[in-house]
């Protein structure tokens, strides 16, 4: 279980003020309908004031301006951001494998490991391999021969990193991530593809996350590099040589092809595909289910497919909704322009 | 290897009429080209009926007003769904482990293991996890700890179940998939990401089929649910806190985002994306490669990206086409009216 | 470590020519900052040529009219192409395991091993299964019963492939691929979605690749095929009993529904996707994101959602940055028609 808080610490944490008894003991964060009277919930929201009657909630996080609530309440400016930094200060330890090597465990006599460091049930550890201290791989994650991880990195079940990859510190990767396969590249000859060897790696910074079942190509030569701080959501698919800057954003689904650059704090919405050999700058956004298919310039804002600018493309959204209307304008235009041509020429004629 | 049935008594589960001789035995069902006299095969099509005279299929299944076929048939108005009730009734089970724990699976000694439940090699199942009667954990399944998995379950192969989470009965989840991965949830401050605890869980109800490589993610705090009897494709991303009703249809590559609703008897097509916090309907159907941007009545027919009402769209798509040459009339249209406006000049002048 | 070669006979293995020293021996690739004295780098731009300067590498590979170097160099007509050709002479053996059995592999007494076949750490080899000559199957790669895989295949970790499926020679599984998981298949029946059981397999054919993630449903009934050299990137979904022919290219993300036939050379870009049932013709291409709604014929190029001619599609992008240009048009021809119309009805009135 996780700490225990005044309701007048965690305002103070927060930034916000009690409204109530200042010394309810908090240990933990639940949603409404579920928290108990050692637990805050939040309301961000109007609509959610019925269900703080029903709640037995011990505290609620909600806006300055909220009504009355049944039980003490933090008031904020902005409980979602509010509840984010309470859930810090009280959320229970992720459960870890205790330090340690489990029996089953495949760990290669020429592999490293560092102080602290849990191996899962069976999990395999590479000739060479280095793991910093206090790093967790869970059950049945594969580390390749001579890959190199930092300290507190926490590696979940099924995620495999292959051979020669070097990973920073703090990196979070989870279930069945695949770091180091190769990079897709062919050479065409005498009716058949032929595989490019892929010699390069993977280079992943300190402070990265990589969500479920994403891929990371190692580098066809060189690296694959994913910057620090940067944070990949699931089934995200990074190709070949491509280099993502420090703290970005990459939503679930992205896909980004060879060779690509990004900034640093790019966001790249949901779906959104990026073309290879294509330069992102710094603090570009991407609309979900975008394509980008040429370079972008630093602070662009961009949506649709191929990805133009995001105003653009929102006021040719309301223009394809009545494009219907446009056609039959055009049509009726076209009458009225005859008919006047017709009179004209009775005029002339005339 | 499945039962056996004769013409008739298939002919009679179908809703069917026997062309030919009832008796005929049957023990499973097989393509056209690769069926033997045991076995039932399928015309659905009248383009079919010349393959089945070199077929040796002892039967065939056709519609109603099917020309005369070299074999027994049995006619029905849908051959397709014919053929599906037959598969039911003759298709050999599905391999699965014996009963038993592997020896080279880890068990912890605190969880609990109901009857014949079959436990494949390598397979792990943490503290106090509580897997139901008959239950199968293929080979290199991780159930973590204190999960809970209900009776005649499914597990195939690296499929993993992270802490706490809640699995219904009768559910199949297919290969590489991840239930209970931390949603991507991010506080920004500093000029970093700064991780939001994700202590919630994931629970499934009751019948849910799960396909391979699929990610659903557990809640920040409280539940990601997934109802009744919902069928999800493969490499399909759910993100915390969504809330899918009963009896959806999430197809392959499908990505919701976060705290999304979906009503009951929902179809998302192919790729379709969800944007988070909206909310979609009862009987809602999305054509594929679409993108939801916002909440969407029960009952609504939508594509596009954004969506919007699918035949709109399916006139934007015509009018796109035509879109050349809307632009090229456009610019006669404003040469003749040019020309109409220098004669009125013109006469006026005159 | 790979072979040696000197620069005379790597420039003949290109088709390029020696400027500089053509004894200079040559042991590996490397990128133009990573480069030593034995390794050769490329510099397929002008934008490269200042980083040669700063080069530790031993050679280079440049466009025929490139500037004069520091090293010497292999001058050719495609220098892309040419290091994919060098790589192919230069790159180290890629790591795999001894030929062997690991101790802790779970390999069934009924499966048959061909010669110097090597079998990782937690692999597990089901009953019935052949696996051929020098094939690889890495750390907890899961085979079936009853799998048939060719010779000289690699199976890369975490891969799985169900019972029953065949795999050809000279095969390349990466990570967390599954080959073989059930369809998509219900039957609604009383409110209910019902599985329709898919008894199946998958066939892949010789040479082919399958990148990371990716996953190939087994067939209903019959066969999902997968063509002869056909390459498979990251994460793209197949569904049961789609046919896909020899040498296709199907980039990352793609997303392939039921009972669809590719022919032959057909390059699908990344995350496009196509309906169920739909035949695409040989050497088709489609551009990335693009959906394919409908049968195409051979040799076509496509695009958009649906997938339309791509020179159309690409009209269509320019003139949908017109639209709201058009629309400001439209609206003045209309004042100035309704001007026309007032001017020639006050003519008539006069």
Redesign the interface.
């Known amino acids: 279980m996780g700490a225990k808080q005044t309701l007048a610490e965690l305002a103070e944490a927060v930034g916000g003020k009690v409204r109530g008894d200042p010394n309810v003991a908090i240990t933990?964060?639940?949603?409404v309908d579920?928290a108990g009277p050692n637990e805050i919930t939040w309301a961000a929201d109007p609509k959610h004031a019925a269900k703080l009657s029903a709640s037995r909630a011990g505290a609620v996080v909600a806006p300055t301006d909220f009504e009355p609530t049944p039980m003490p309440a933090v008031l904020c400016d902005d409980p979602e951001?509010a509840?984010?930094?309470i859930?810090?200060r009280l959320?229970?330890a992720?459960?870890r494998p205790e330090p340690g090597v489990?029996p089953?465990a495949?760990v290669a006599e020429a592999a490293t490991l560092g102080k602290d460091v849990a191996v899962?049930?069976?999990a395999?550890v590479g000739d060479r391999a280095v793991v910093g201290d206090r790093t967790v791989l869970?059950?049945?994650v594969?580390i390749?021969?001579e890959v190199t991880i930092g300290p507190d990195c926490v590696f979940?079940?099924?995620a495999?990193v292959?051979?020669r990859c070097i990973i920073g510190a703090r990196v979070?990767v989870?279930?069945?991530v695949?770091i180091g396969?190769?990079g897709?590249?062919?050479?065409f000859a005498d009716?058949?593809?032929?595989?490019?060897?892929q010699?390069?790696i993977v280079r992943i910074e300190d402070?990265v996350?990589i969500?479920?079942?994403?891929?990371i190509?190692r580098a066809?030569?060189?690296?694959t590099v994913i910057g620090q701080?940067t944070?990949i959501?699931?089934?995200v698919?990074i190709?070949h040589n491509v280099e993502v800057g420090p703290?970005c954003?990459l939503?679930?689904?992205v896909?980004i092809?060879g060779t690509v650059r990004l900034g640093q704090y790019v966001v790249l919405g949901?779906?959104v595909?990026v073309?290879d050999h294509v330069s992102i700058g710094d603090g570009v956004k991407v609309g979900?289910?975008s394509?980008i298919?040429q370079d972008v310039p630093a602070g662009a804002l961009l949506a649709g497919?191929?990805a133009?600018d995001g105003n653009?493309w929102l006021?040719?959204?309301v223009?394809?909704?009545?494009?219907?209307q446009?056609?039959v304008?055009?049509r009726e235009?076209?009458k009225?322009?005859a008919s006047?041509?017709a009179?004209?020429d009775h005029q002339q004629d005339g």
Do not use: F
């Open positions: 933990g964060v639940a949603a579920e951001n509840i984010a930094v859930l810090d959320a229970p992720v459960w489990h089953t495949v899962g049930p069976h395999v869970h059950a049945h594969v390749g021969p979940w079940s099924h495999v292959r051979e979070i989870h279930p069945q695949t396969s190769d897709y590249g062919y050479r009716g058949c593809h032929h595989k490019i060897p010699i390069g402070d996350e969500g479920a079942g994403s891929c190509d066809k030569v060189g690296q701080g944070k959501d699931n089934l698919q190709a703290q954003l939503v679930a689904q896909g092809a949901g779906k595909g073309r979900a289910c394509c298919a497919i191929p133009r653009l006021r040719q959204q223009l394809l909704d009545r494009l219907p446009m056609h304008q055009m235009l076209e009225r322009v006047l041509e009179a004209a």
